[in-house]
Structures are given as C-alpha cells and as structure tokens.
C-alpha cells in the first residue's frame, strides 16, 4: 500500500555508535535514502561528490538557502553545512524514506519546516561518559585538545535528547540495531502515516456490499 | 530502565485474527496482561472465573461502575460487560503492558479514560470482507442468521478504523504478528513513555563532570 516517505532523523553525540548503525540500517533496508549535506568546506582527499558531501561554493550555498532549498543549514567554523530539500521531496514522493545524521540544530530545523509532521526523531545515548571517551580515544586518530573539544560538543548534544520522539541507549549494538527497525517497522505502520488506508477501507466496504 | 505500563487496545471485526495475534504476543512476551473482563452474563460451560471472565452479579457490576472502577463498560443483549481498572493500574506500576480484546466503544471508552495518554490503538483488518465470512463459515458453529449478523457488526466495527493510532491489514498471521511486535517495541521506546529517562541523563552528564 502506497505510503508517504519519513524523514528519520538520527542524532548522538560523536562516538555513541550512530554512524555505524545508521549503515547498518540502510543495509537492513535498501529502499532507505541517506541525506546526503552540502557544503561549502573543500573536499578532503577520497571524498566523493554525492557520496560524502555536495559540494560547492558560498554563492551556490547562499542561492539555495534563498530559494528554500536547504532544510536546515548552520555555519560552523566558516564553513556552511546543510541539507538539500529537492532529493528528500522526491524520496517521499516514490514513498521512501530519509535518514538524517544532523545534531540537534538541525533536527530542530528539520522539524519546525513544513516537512515537519512526516519527521520519527530518535536520539542515541552512550551507556556512559567515559565510555564514550573511550570510544572516542580507540580510533585514535585525535589529539587530546580535539577529544576534549568533542567530549563538551556532545555534552551538549546529550542535553537535548528530550526533544527526541525516542531515546536508544547504545549499551548494545545489535540491540540497538533491533530497536530502530522495529521503530522503522512501527511508524510505517502508523495510521496517519498511510493516506492510502481510506480508499483501502472504502474498496473493502464496496466490494462486499 | 522502569517505565510505565502501558494499555494496548487491539480492536478488529470478528474473524480478523485478533484472538490468535493475541495469544501469539503474550506467548512472545509473557509479562504481557491479558484484561479479563467482567461480566453479568451467567458463565458457559468450560468458562474459568478470573480466566474468561470475573462474573459478578448486576449489584457488583453497578457498583464497580459507581465507583469509577470500570476503564470501560457497556450492555449488550441484557448483560453487563466491563474492564476492571485495578488489575490495570497495579500491572502500569510494575512496568507491565496490558492487553485489551475490545469493540470500538470500548476503545473509545479507554481513550477517554484518565489513562488515555497510556494507551496504544491497533486495529486489524481482514483483508476482504467475502474471506472474514469464509473464516467465520469456517468455525462450523454458527447458523447463517448468526453469521449474517456478525457481518454487519463488523462493517460496524470497521467503520471506526481511523479512530486507532495503527492500523494492519492481516493478510498473513506471521508478518501481522511481526508487525505487532515491532509497534509493542517501538511504544516501549517512545520517551514520553520513559518517566525515567530523565533521571538516567542527569546521571550520566554527573558522573563525567
């Protein structure tokens, strides 16, 4: 039955496990469209257009800002970041899905727009701080000043998870990984989700009168 | 994580699956509750008081009925038939979801109750209204003017459909009893489920200040 596609917007602080299983999500279901951002900030090497980032430069950011077409933007350390709305519009048309990886001020954005009502918001905790430091410190590719900086970016993060539909501790992946198809399954099933229901409804009435 | 019970309504017209779905999810997840209903309808043979139903006197149901002691109550051909609050608000306490086998009036009811923002709704539907007659036809116990009239009660009971915050077509038991998993699961996760959330976050942002 034709349904109209959600925006599911993940966020977490960094090192709580989102990316990963919002990969793993994706491999789950294949129909799932990855957001991928825009933005202004020059391409690092093995960065593919498309693929990690839209890239582009600060009038072309500007213009589609102007024409309503970023969803949510926000400048961070000069360098403009957003989320291109045309690509969204078309996956809800087709009745798939988008999955956001944007922090709180983007999923404040994202549901105040007039895509707002078609928004599941889900916030994923670490089990723990220090933990989460850990986590941070194992891919070691950080020096202590940026794992300091990260560590207050996600206590801040952390303290708007009550502007979330659902909250996920990530003490455990797998389960983690569970609870989000089954959030997934259940919103699609969800009445006001599905406006095809009604002439599902109206034919099953007819056909047997 | 302590969180509150919750009451989950499943309504659907008779012969839709509802009863096997129903004992299918308590045998998924046995701290499940079954709400027995009470009833002044004189027990039939094999009927287990407290296991079909509590069966009182007029008297003790009116007085339960005063007493606001009914989340739902209605007369059908003479008999009283009710959902007692208690055992409801003892199972929410302990963190235990209970189950409703409900008309829409009774759904109504419950919704309306003091514990409505407690409640999730499910209403399945058979996939055609010629295959809910051929189920009913099927169970070899009812006379045609039996089964005619149940076919008008459930165009009745279909009729209410977009009364209920989920809705499933039982085209197939194994991926209906999927799908009701996954909304048990995903309620469970809601924050505004989870008093205790708030709590776990204080914690976690104290313990790494």
Same mark, same amino acid.
């Given at each position: 039955m034709q349904r109209s596609g959600l925006l599911i917007i993940i966020s977490s602080p960094s090192g709580a496990g989102k990316s990963t299983l919002a990969r793993r999500l994706m491999e789950w279901d294949?129909?799932?469209?990855?957001? $991928?951002?825009?933005?202004? /900030?020059?391409?690092?090497?093995?960065? $593919?257009e498309g693929? +990690?980032?839209?890239?582009?430069? #600060?009038?072309?950011?500007?213009?589609? !800002?102007?024409?309503?077409?970023?969803?949510? +933007?926000?400048? $961070?350390?000069?360098?403009?970041?957003?989320?291109p709305r045309g690509? !969204?519009?078309?996956?809800?048309?087709?009745? /798939?899905?988008?999955?956001?990886? $944007?922090?709180?001020?983007g999923g404040q954005q994202i549901r105040a727009s007039a895509l707002g009502p078609h928004v599941v918001s889900i916030f994923i905790l670490p089990p723990s701080l220090p933990e989460l430091e850990r986590r941070l410190r194992s891919r070691n590719q950080d020096s202590d000043e940026v794992i300091? /900086? #990260?560590?207050?970016?996600?206590?801040?993060?952390?303290? +708007?998870?009550?502007e979330y539909d659902y909250v996920l501790v990530n003490d455990d992946i797998e389960a983690t990984e569970a609870d989000l198809r089954a959030i997934?399954?259940?919103? /699609?099933?969800? #009445?006001?989700r599905r406006p095809a229901l009604g002439g599902f409804v109206r034919k099953l009435m007819e056909d047997a009168a």
């Open positions: 294949p129909t799932l469209r990855f957001s $991928v951002s825009a933005t202004t /900030r020059p391409p690092r090497p093995g960065e $593919v693929q +990690h980032y839209y890239f582009m430069d #600060r009038a072309a950011f500007d213009e589609m !800002v102007s024409q309503n077409q970023m969803l949510e +933007h926000a400048e $961070v350390f000069g360098n403009c970041y957003g989320s690509p !969204v519009e078309l996956a809800m048309a087709e009745g /798939r899905d988008t999955l956001f990886d $944007v922090d709180w001020q300091a /900086r #990260r560590m207050l970016k996600s206590r801040d993060e952390i303290s +708007h998870w009550a997934l399954t259940a919103e /699609r099933l969800r #009445r006001d």
